[in-house]
């Protein structure tokens, strides 16, 4: 047998625009009667059976060991370790703790994001039914071959990618793979080699679902080579870009890492040969200074921050899949969304009526049967023609609709179920509709004659029948158009030729009404061929998946922040250009069809991304190849879908988000984060968030760093001069617990800034740590220095034990950071309001915290014994609250200057001042 003749599917083999008989003849099968079991048997050795291959998954220990590789665990490590080895026992065994804790989250996370591959398998049909040897037979879906004679027929999930050879009525919901929500006829014809999935005609896919009609098709690919295969070796392919938040992380840790290292060095060799200090002295300091300089409180800050930025979001209908997304959301600077129930509802609705004599717009809701039929922006009023659309299109109709639990739900064909509300908006009822004109025959839909027509006869015996159906088919076949005076008028042909291009301009998919009184036909046995040719036509409609109005608010406070909405669907060009339009997305003009991003190279499209918005008729390849290019332009980007089409791109974005309605189960396990209500507006509510939660980050490391820069200088300033250490490594780990903990965890609270969503996104590049970031941080370290050296050695010029000056030397350096705190709630803005400090409630209890720790620490005597302190007289007190409060003032001089030197430099303030 010519092997090469029944090669199945592959990138050089075009089945969609090959013919039947030639498709026939290539894979040596007889579409009457199939293959026969040897054959069969001979392929299925050759090929493999019909399922997706599964890679190749490392051990739950490695995956779990990997998730130990990043640079601040290996300091947090490290730090554990050095504890360990001065004997601090209960600190050591914290740091460590919270290692194992964040690396057991992230282990769980990457578990989870497998099971998008596990899903798009399950997509696969279990049963087939095929011809083998001239019989129909039940098979595995798995022991199908190239070559097999599949028969459909409506609720089939299709088992395999097939080339139609025969066709009744036959139509498939292939929305997982294109993102089109109305199903799509079949025909037997071929198409050109460029046709994108959605306009493969010819074809059916393996997993996709059919709605109505039958069908019989060979099958041209199975497993791998089947589209649905080709996507999942695509989500097998793409790795899991890291956030922004864990590159800078990690760049922050090799930043911290190298300062310690740098430091210890210079301090252990200043120490050792100029000081001819003790070795163990010396090493004991240099350890401290390494401690003091160690965030560790700083990993379970940002857990518990983006942890509150997850449970803000699930308030706001977002659910997120992995935490560090959660800030990755804040970086978005491109937004790229599916258009089919993310930016419209997913529910067709008329949105436009052209009588011989008017044109009307129709408001509403997708299926709700509330809104109104305009002409000029009035209400209609009584036209004898309306109510004959509404008539028709509520009789000449086979779907159902029903309200569930709120919901408007279609069963059925999507278009036929818009034209229910229609009807309702004129003022008819469907049930005493069809009690008054009950149906006595019909000619069913069918692709080959592309209409519908009904046979109606009244209590008096009068008939009429009703026709809907493709214009250029309806007008075919009408002599007279309606008029409100009841009379006939000869059919104005190009003035409906020239209203339906206009709507079809508008992207609206446009169908003919039309009715005939009395017919000369006869009940029992219509057929196509009995459709009158001197039909009335009523008028034209048109229909639209219509954008959410929230959406057109969402994609307006977009644009306000600065971030760019793109449109990628598999919908038609004119339609995505048209919608978008009204979305405020693109010119309502420019857009760009799949087939023309095949003929663009890398570069190329890596340009015209810069500038178009809309992209239509795009592939599951088309869409991984936007977001690459997206990305190559320093782009942070979010990626919506709810199709299986949608999956690889929404892992290769930097967030993918997935629909939760109706979103397949492959993009949820894909995605970063699931919309509960399948709304874009909640993407906007979880960018909010998302940048809320990076700006609480960036205040609680300004916040916690000074700290530790302070305690590090305070030992430095002590070794380098040769006084008694102001404070010791026990009490220096005290105050790090008492600032990250009880204080740090007030600024993880903290709500919107006003002007959050009117600001750029964030530079990909920008650190963790900016320049401004860095003055901060020496800036306000070298005060609280100043601030604990100056109550350490007042406590001195007293006389005052070591053990009293440094309980001093502490609180004062923790009354410091409580000021601090108060300054640090806003970056640049003023905090000298008591108004300023009110949205927060959890910072009395912070503050509160920390004063009954530092009550305990100073007057406690086991805590006494353990840090070697003494208890301090309360006349002492108001000196160190009124030094907090010189300090407290000392931040806000500066982030006046601040402040005034950016007004000159019309730079942006980056946060919004203190009400």
């Known amino acids: 047998m010519n092997t090469a003749a029944t090669a199945p599917a592959s990138e050089t083999t075009v089945w969609h625009a090959i013919a039947v008989d030639e498709v026939a003849k290539r894979l040596q099968t007889d579409p009457a009667k199939g293959l026969d079991a040897g054959e069969a048997s001979q392929r299925l050795a050759k090929y493999g059976p019909n399922r997706l291959p599964e890679g190749k998954k490392q051990s739950a220990f490695i995956k779990f060991l990997q998730q130990f590789n990043n640079i601040l665990v290996y300091v947090l490590l490290g730090a554990g370790f050095v504890k360990m080895m001065v004997g601090l026992w209960l600190d050591s065994a914290i740091i460590l703790s919270v290692v194992v804790l964040n690396a057991l989250l992230g282990f769980i996370q990457e578990g989870k994001a497998e099971k998008a591959l596990d899903s798009i398998r399950n997509m696969l049909s279990a049963e087939a039914r095929t011809l083998r040897g001239g019989e129909i037979r039940l098979i595995l879906s798995e022991e199908l071959v190239p070559g097999d004679v599949v028969l459909l027929e409506s609720g089939d999930k299709v088992p395999a990618d097939l080339r139609l050879v025969e066709v009744k009525n036959l139509r498939t919901e292939e929305a997982a793979l294109t993102g089109e929500s109305v199903p799509v006829d079949k025909t037997t014809n071929a198409v050109s080699n460029k046709a994108t999935i959605g306009d493969r005609e010819g074809m059916a896919f393996s997993g996709t679902l059919v709605v109505s009609g039958r069908g019989t098709g060979i099958v041209v690919a199975t497993g791998p080579e089947t589209e649905l295969g080709r996507i999942n070796q695509m989500m097998a392919s793409v790795s899991t870009l890291e956030t922004p938040l864990l590159r800078q992380i990690k760049n922050f840790g090799y930043s911290i890492t190298a300062i310690i290292g740098i430091v210890s060095v210079l301090v252990f060799a200043y120490g050792r040969w100029v000081r001819s200090m003790p070795f163990v002295n010396i090493f004991q300091a240099v350890v401290s200074i390494a401690v003091s300089v160690i965030p560790e409180g700083l990993p379970a800050l940002i857990t518990v921050t983006l942890a509150i930025g997850v449970q803000r979001m699930a308030q706001r209908n977002a659910i997120i899949r992995r935490l560090p997304a959660v800030e990755t959301l804040g970086s978005v600077s491109r937004i790229c969304s599916d258009k089919t129930g993310t930016l419209t509802l997913m529910e067709m609705m008329v949105v436009s009526a052209v009588t011989g004599e008017s044109a009307y717009v129709v408001t509403g809701d997708g299926y709700a049967p509330e809104g109104q039929v305009l002409k000029d922006g009035q209400p209609a009023g009584k036209d004898p023609v309306l109510k004959l659309m509404g008539q028709v299109s509520m009789l000449c109709n086979d779907a159902e609709i029903r309200q569930e639990e709120g919901l408007w739900k279609v069963e059925g064909d999507p278009t036929e179920g818009a034209l229910y509300p229609f009807g309702n908006k004129l003022g008819l009822d469907r049930k005493a509709a069809r009690d008054t004109y009950p149906r006595i025959d019909a000619i069913p839909f069918e692709s080959e004659h592309k209409f519908m027509a009904t046979l109606h006869k009244d209590a008096d015996g009068k008939r009429m029948i009703l026709v809907k159906g493709a214009p250029e088919v309806i007008l075919e076949n009408c002599k007279h158009q309606a008029v409100t005076s009841g009379e006939l008028v000869p059919l104005d042909l190009d003035y409906f030729l020239k209203a339906s291009d206009k709507l079809a301009s508008q992207g609206e998919r446009v169908l003919g009404l039309a009715w005939l009184e009395e017919p000369s036909i006869s009940a029992g046995s219509l057929g196509p061929a009995d459709l009158p040719k001197n039909l009335v036509l009523v008028g034209l409609i048109g229909l639209l998946d219509p954008p959410r109005k929230e959406a057109i608010e969402a994609v307006k406070e977009c644009h306000a922040g600065g971030i760019r909405v793109t449109m990628i669907t598999g919908d038609h060009k004119i339609t995505a250009a048209a919608i978008a339009k009204m979305l405020g ?285 003494e208890p301090i007289p309360l006349r002492i007190w108001p000196k160190l609250i009124l030094g907090g409060f010189i300090f407290f003032l000392l931040v806000e001089v500066e982030k006046i200057i601040i402040r005034m030197l950016r007004r000159a430099r019309k730079t942006p303030l980056g946060t919004e001042s203190a009400p």
Do not use: C
């Open 585 to 869: 997305i693109g010119d309502g003009k420019t857009a760009i069809a799949g087939a023309e991003i095949e003929e663009m190279d890398t570069a190329m499209l890596q340009e015209k991304v810069r500038d178009v918005d809309v992209f239509a008729r795009a592939s599951p390849e088309h869409k991984l190849r936007l977001v690459k290019a997206i990305q190559a332009n320093k782009q942070i980007v979010a990626m919506t879908g709810d199709g299986v089409n949608d999956a690889p791109s929404l892992k290769k974005a930097d967030i993918g988000v997935a629909m939760g309605i109706k979103g397949t189960e492959v993009t949820k396990e894909a995605a970063s984060m699931v919309l509960v209500d399948d709304n874009f507006a909640s993407i906007t509510a979880a960018v909010k968030e998302g940048r809320t939660v990076f700006n609480n980050i960036e205040k609680a490391i300004l916040f916690l760093l000074p700290t530790n820069v302070a305690q590090a200088l305070v030992i430095l300033v002590a070794i380098i001069v040769g006084f008694t250490a102001p404070i010791t490594a026990p009490q220096i780990l005290w105050v790090n617990m008492v600032t990250s903990v009880a204080l740090g965890l007030v600024i993880s609270f903290e709500p919107h800034e006003p002007d959050v969503m009117q600001r750029a996104p964030r530079a990909v590049e920008r650190p963790i740590l900016d320049g401004f970031g860095v003055w901060r941080v020496i800036f306000v370290g070298l005060a609280l220095l100043g601030l604990t050296l100056w109550a350490f050695f007042r406590m001195k010029s007293y006389d005052a034990s070591d053990g009293l000056a440094r309980a001093v030397a502490v609180n004062t350096l923790v009354i410091g950071q409580v000021f601090y705190l108060l300054n640090s709630r806003f970056k640049v803005g003023s905090s000298l309001s008591l108004k300023a400090h009110l949205d927060n409630k959890y910072l009395p209890l912070g503050i509160g915290a920390v004063v009954v720790l530092q009550l305990l620490f100073t007057y406690a005597p086991p805590l006494q014994a353990l840090f070697d302190t």
